[in-house]
């Protein structure tokens, strides 16, 4: 088992940044694939980043590759999220997630995640 606690959210302007921060406790060990999901008011959840430990991968969606950076310290157990040059079409809540222990894959699809934070909110105002 693995608890996920996210914080870091908080209101911006456009043109802003925050950063996230994912603190791991439990089997963290097993933790090769970790990534951050968002969801917007009546949308679907979408996978925003994500990092494969074994190889050192990331992935990012498309709406946001040049202005956010997944890392993760493995000393702190923690999963990080630089968001820089924010836009209002990034508002959402953030979840932090990690695919079954020891999953050797990584991507940003949904249902490939098995551990789910409860989210921290992230307002960009125009």
């Known amino acids: 088992q693995v608890q996920l606690v996210e914080s870091g959210g908080g209101s911006v302007q456009a043109g802003g940044y925050l950063r996230l921060s994912c603190a791991a406790s439990?089997?963290?060990?097993?933790?090769?694939?970790m990534g951050w999901f968002r969801q917007a008011p009546g949308k679907e959840r979408e996978g925003v980043a994500a990092i494969y430990s074994v190889r050192g991968s990331t992935y990012y969606a498309d709406s946001v590759k040049g202005r956010f950076t997944i890392s993760r310290d493995n000393a702190k157990n923690t999963l990080y999220l630089q968001m820089n040059s924010l836009k209002p079409e990034d508002t959402g809540m953030y979840y932090c997630a990690t695919m079954n222990l020891y999953e050797r894959r990584c991507g940003l699809l949904r249902n490939e995640f098995a551990y789910w934070g409860q989210g921290t909110q992230v307002t960009v105002s125009s």
């Open positions: 439990g089997s963290t060990a097993g933790t090769y694939c």
